[in-house]
């Protein structure tokens, strides 16, 4: 449970870094946390890797509220 805190702390850390201001940082870094902790550490140690999973989850929320 620890791990997945910091995991999440340095998630969000980078996506704020990456994409400032960002208005659903806080949703992705929580979409970001089902995800395996192995894997997570993987994408922290590939900015691509991670980029392209921010990007996912991003156009996830995004067609999610064009639903709603």
């Known amino acids: 449970m620890e791990q997945k805190q910091l995991l999440g702390e340095r998630i969000y850390a980078l996506i704020d870094k990456l994409?400032?201001?960002h208005k659903e940082a806080g949703k992705i870094t929580g979409m970001?946390?089902?995800i395996d902790n192995s894997e997570l550490i993987m994408m922290l140690?590939?900015?691509d890797?991670?980029?392209?999973k921010v990007e996912?989850?991003?156009t996830v929320l995004a067609?999610?509220?064009k639903t709603a």
């Open 63 to 65: 067609n999610a509220g």
């Open 49 to 52: 890797l991670f980029r392209t």
């Open 19 to 21: 994409y400032p201001g």
């Open 45 to 47: 140690q590939d900015q």
């Open 32 to 34: 970001m946390l089902e």
């Open 56 to 58: 996912e989850a991003s």
